[in-house]
Protein backbone atom coordinates (compact mmCIF):
# COMPACT_ATOMS: atom_id res chain seq x y z
CA UNK A 1 0.00 0.00 0.00
CA UNK A 2 2.76 2.63 -1.34
CA UNK A 3 0.23 5.65 -1.10
CA UNK A 4 2.50 8.86 -3.02
CA UNK A 5 5.84 8.06 -3.54
CA UNK A 6 8.33 10.41 -4.00
CA UNK A 7 12.05 10.36 -5.09
CA UNK A 8 14.70 11.19 -4.21
CA UNK A 9 14.24 12.06 -0.19
CA UNK A 10 17.41 14.62 -0.29
CA UNK A 11 19.53 16.32 -3.28
CA UNK A 12 22.02 18.80 -2.69
CA UNK A 13 22.53 20.58 -6.27
CA UNK A 14 24.39 23.81 -7.36
CA UNK A 15 23.70 27.02 -8.62
CA UNK A 16 22.44 26.82 -12.26
CA UNK A 17 21.84 22.64 -12.55
CA UNK A 18 18.78 21.49 -13.55
CA UNK A 19 16.52 18.15 -12.03
CA UNK A 20 13.87 16.07 -11.76
CA UNK A 21 11.81 15.30 -8.35
CA UNK A 22 9.56 11.85 -9.18
CA UNK A 23 6.39 11.58 -7.78
CA UNK A 24 3.68 9.01 -8.35
CA UNK A 25 0.86 7.85 -6.75
CA UNK A 26 -1.06 4.03 -7.00
CA UNK A 27 -4.20 5.22 -5.80
CA UNK A 28 -5.60 5.89 -9.33
CA UNK A 29 -6.29 10.07 -8.32
CA UNK A 30 -7.47 12.34 -10.95
CA UNK A 31 -5.99 15.02 -8.77
CA UNK A 32 -1.95 15.55 -8.17
CA UNK A 33 0.03 18.86 -6.53
CA UNK A 34 3.24 20.10 -5.62
CA UNK A 35 3.94 22.12 -3.21
CA UNK A 36 6.87 23.55 -1.35
CA UNK A 37 7.43 24.21 2.53
CA UNK A 38 9.76 27.03 3.64
CA UNK A 39 10.85 26.56 7.56
CA UNK A 40 8.03 28.01 9.81
CA UNK A 41 5.77 28.75 6.71
CA UNK A 42 2.57 26.79 5.23
CA UNK A 43 2.73 24.81 1.97
CA UNK A 44 2.68 27.20 -1.34
CA UNK A 45 1.22 25.46 -4.45
CA UNK A 46 3.46 25.45 -7.38
CA UNK A 47 1.63 23.24 -10.08
CA UNK A 48 -1.22 21.01 -9.90
CA UNK A 49 -2.88 18.58 -11.99
CA UNK A 50 -6.81 17.29 -12.42
CA UNK A 51 -5.59 14.10 -14.92
CA UNK A 52 -3.35 12.85 -17.44
CA UNK A 53 -2.57 16.15 -20.20
CA UNK A 54 -3.84 18.40 -17.90
CA UNK A 55 -1.42 20.71 -15.84
CA UNK A 56 -1.76 24.21 -14.17
CA UNK A 57 0.13 26.93 -12.49
CA UNK A 58 -0.14 27.35 -8.72
CA UNK A 59 0.86 30.16 -6.54
CA UNK A 60 4.42 30.08 -7.12
CA UNK A 61 5.13 28.37 -10.76
CA UNK A 62 8.37 30.52 -11.47
CA UNK A 63 11.45 28.34 -11.95
CA UNK A 64 9.37 24.81 -12.03
CA UNK A 65 8.21 22.57 -15.09
CA UNK A 66 5.72 19.45 -15.14
CA UNK A 67 4.19 17.47 -16.94
CA UNK A 68 1.59 14.41 -16.60
CA UNK A 69 1.69 12.07 -18.99
CA UNK A 70 0.28 9.35 -17.09
CA UNK A 71 -2.77 9.27 -13.93
CA UNK A 72 0.26 7.79 -11.64
CA UNK A 73 3.29 10.21 -11.81
CA UNK A 74 4.13 13.82 -12.32
CA UNK A 75 7.42 14.84 -12.08
CA UNK A 76 8.56 18.08 -11.01
CA UNK A 77 11.03 19.91 -12.92
CA UNK A 78 13.75 22.70 -11.58
CA UNK A 79 15.39 24.43 -13.92
CA UNK A 80 18.70 26.50 -13.30
CA UNK A 81 18.47 25.95 -9.79
CA UNK A 82 18.61 29.06 -7.70
CA UNK A 83 19.13 29.02 -3.50
CA UNK A 84 15.59 30.67 -3.05
CA UNK A 85 14.35 27.25 -4.59
CA UNK A 86 15.99 25.55 -1.54
CA UNK A 87 12.64 24.00 0.18
CA UNK A 88 10.74 21.13 0.89
CA UNK A 89 9.05 19.57 -1.60
CA UNK A 90 5.78 17.46 -1.40
CA UNK A 91 3.60 15.67 -3.90
CA UNK A 92 0.32 14.81 -3.23
CA UNK A 93 -3.25 13.29 -4.64
CA UNK A 94 -6.66 13.73 -4.04
CA UNK A 95 -9.76 11.79 -5.79
CA UNK A 96 -12.32 14.29 -7.17
CA UNK A 97 -13.74 16.99 -4.71
CA UNK A 98 -13.03 19.48 -1.99
CA UNK A 99 -14.48 17.07 0.55
CA UNK A 100 -11.80 14.26 0.49
CA UNK A 101 -8.60 14.65 2.07
CA UNK A 102 -4.85 14.61 0.15
CA UNK A 103 -2.39 12.44 0.41
CA UNK A 104 1.19 13.66 0.63
CA UNK A 105 4.63 11.71 -0.08
CA UNK A 106 7.39 12.45 2.56
CA UNK A 107 9.05 14.99 0.93
CA UNK A 108 12.40 16.12 -1.21
CA UNK A 109 14.40 18.49 0.77
CA UNK A 110 16.33 20.14 -1.87
CA UNK A 111 19.05 22.57 -1.46
CA UNK A 112 20.84 24.65 -3.70
CA UNK A 113 24.09 25.68 -3.19
CA UNK B 1 -8.83 35.22 -2.41
CA UNK B 2 -8.52 32.54 0.59
CA UNK B 3 -6.61 32.53 3.66
CA UNK B 4 -6.03 30.61 6.79
CA UNK B 5 -5.14 31.76 9.77
CA UNK B 6 -3.56 29.34 12.41
CA UNK B 7 -2.19 30.73 16.38
CA UNK B 8 1.20 31.39 16.46
CA UNK B 9 3.42 28.79 17.61
CA UNK B 10 5.68 27.38 19.10
CA UNK B 11 2.87 25.68 21.90
CA UNK B 12 4.48 24.19 25.08
CA UNK B 13 2.45 21.83 27.02
CA UNK B 14 2.62 19.00 29.86
CA UNK B 15 1.58 15.69 29.51
CA UNK B 16 -2.08 15.66 30.16
CA UNK B 17 -2.75 19.14 29.15
CA UNK B 18 -5.55 20.33 27.32
CA UNK B 19 -4.57 21.68 23.80
CA UNK B 20 -6.12 24.39 21.93
CA UNK B 21 -4.37 25.13 18.65
CA UNK B 22 -7.22 28.10 17.21
CA UNK B 23 -7.60 28.61 13.18
CA UNK B 24 -9.46 30.85 11.33
CA UNK B 25 -10.04 31.73 7.82
CA UNK B 26 -11.73 34.00 5.28
CA UNK B 27 -13.35 32.66 2.08
CA UNK B 28 -16.33 33.51 -0.20
CA UNK B 29 -18.30 30.89 -0.03
CA UNK B 30 -18.37 27.54 2.50
CA UNK B 31 -14.88 25.22 1.97
CA UNK B 32 -14.37 22.26 3.76
CA UNK B 33 -12.13 22.43 6.66
CA UNK B 34 -9.35 20.47 7.29
CA UNK B 35 -6.32 19.57 10.12
CA UNK B 36 -3.38 17.83 8.96
CA UNK B 37 -0.28 16.88 10.67
CA UNK B 38 3.29 16.27 10.52
CA UNK B 39 5.82 14.33 12.16
CA UNK B 40 9.37 14.70 12.15
CA UNK B 41 10.53 13.67 8.81
CA UNK B 42 7.31 12.96 7.13
CA UNK B 43 4.93 14.34 5.21
CA UNK B 44 1.13 15.34 6.31
CA UNK B 45 -1.07 13.23 6.74
CA UNK B 46 -5.47 13.64 7.64
CA UNK B 47 -6.39 14.55 11.36
CA UNK B 48 -9.54 15.15 11.04
CA UNK B 49 -12.07 17.32 8.70
CA UNK B 50 -15.16 18.78 8.11
CA UNK B 51 -17.28 19.30 5.07
CA UNK B 52 -20.05 21.25 6.39
CA UNK B 53 -21.30 23.86 9.09
CA UNK B 54 -21.74 22.46 12.58
CA UNK B 55 -19.71 19.31 11.78
CA UNK B 56 -17.67 18.51 14.19
CA UNK B 57 -14.46 16.22 12.79
CA UNK B 58 -12.86 14.26 14.96
CA UNK B 59 -9.83 11.36 14.92
CA UNK B 60 -7.23 9.95 17.93
CA UNK B 61 -9.02 12.03 20.80
CA UNK B 62 -8.62 15.87 18.61
CA UNK B 63 -11.98 17.28 18.04
CA UNK B 64 -12.55 20.77 15.71
CA UNK B 65 -15.78 21.92 14.94
CA UNK B 66 -16.63 23.86 12.06
CA UNK B 67 -18.43 27.47 12.95
CA UNK B 68 -19.67 29.16 9.88
CA UNK B 69 -20.53 32.36 12.04
CA UNK B 70 -17.13 33.05 13.52
CA UNK B 71 -15.62 31.33 10.26
CA UNK B 72 -13.23 29.48 12.91
CA UNK B 73 -11.81 25.61 12.74
CA UNK B 74 -10.30 25.57 16.52
CA UNK B 75 -8.27 22.14 17.09
CA UNK B 76 -8.86 20.62 20.71
CA UNK B 77 -7.92 17.74 22.72
CA UNK B 78 -8.58 16.92 25.90
CA UNK B 79 -5.15 15.11 27.97
CA UNK B 80 -2.14 15.58 25.39
CA UNK B 81 0.69 12.97 25.00
CA UNK B 82 4.30 13.48 24.42
CA UNK B 83 3.37 11.46 20.92
CA UNK B 84 1.34 14.31 20.03
CA UNK B 85 4.19 16.33 19.60
CA UNK B 86 4.19 17.13 15.76
CA UNK B 87 3.39 20.60 13.80
CA UNK B 88 -0.13 20.75 13.05
CA UNK B 89 -1.96 22.48 9.63
CA UNK B 90 -5.09 23.74 9.37
CA UNK B 91 -6.42 23.91 5.64
CA UNK B 92 -9.49 24.48 3.40
CA UNK B 93 -10.79 23.26 0.06
CA UNK B 94 -13.93 24.44 -2.18
CA UNK B 95 -15.28 21.91 -4.69
CA UNK B 96 -14.90 24.03 -7.51
CA UNK B 97 -11.27 24.24 -7.22
CA UNK B 98 -9.78 21.52 -8.46
CA UNK B 99 -9.18 19.93 -5.04
CA UNK B 100 -6.38 22.51 -4.47
CA UNK B 101 -5.88 23.32 -0.72
CA UNK B 102 -5.18 26.34 1.21
CA UNK B 103 -2.89 26.35 4.30
CA UNK B 104 -2.22 27.67 7.36
CA UNK B 105 1.75 28.43 8.25
CA UNK B 106 1.36 25.58 10.87
CA UNK B 107 1.69 25.42 14.87
CA UNK B 108 4.29 23.49 15.99
CA UNK B 109 3.49 21.46 19.33
CA UNK B 110 6.08 20.19 21.48
CA UNK B 111 4.69 18.04 25.07
CA UNK B 112 7.34 17.45 27.90
CA UNK B 113 6.75 14.52 30.36
Known amino acids: NAGVTQTPKFRILKIGQSMTLQCAQD?????MYWYRQDPGMGLKLIYY???????DKGEVPNGYNVSRSTTEDFPLRLELAAPSQTSVYFC????????????FGQGTRLTVV | GNSVTQMEGPVTLSEEAFLTINCTYT??????LFWYVQYPGEGLQLLLK?????DKGSNKGFEATYRKETTSFHLEKGSVQVSDSAVYFC????????????FGDGTTLTVKP
Open chain 1, 92 to 103: ASSSQGARTEAF
Open chain 1, 27 to 31: MNHNY
Open chain 1, 49 to 55: SVGAGIT
Open chain 2, 27 to 32: ATGYPS
Open chain 2, 50 to 54: ATKAD
Open chain 2, 91 to 102: ALTFNTNAGKST
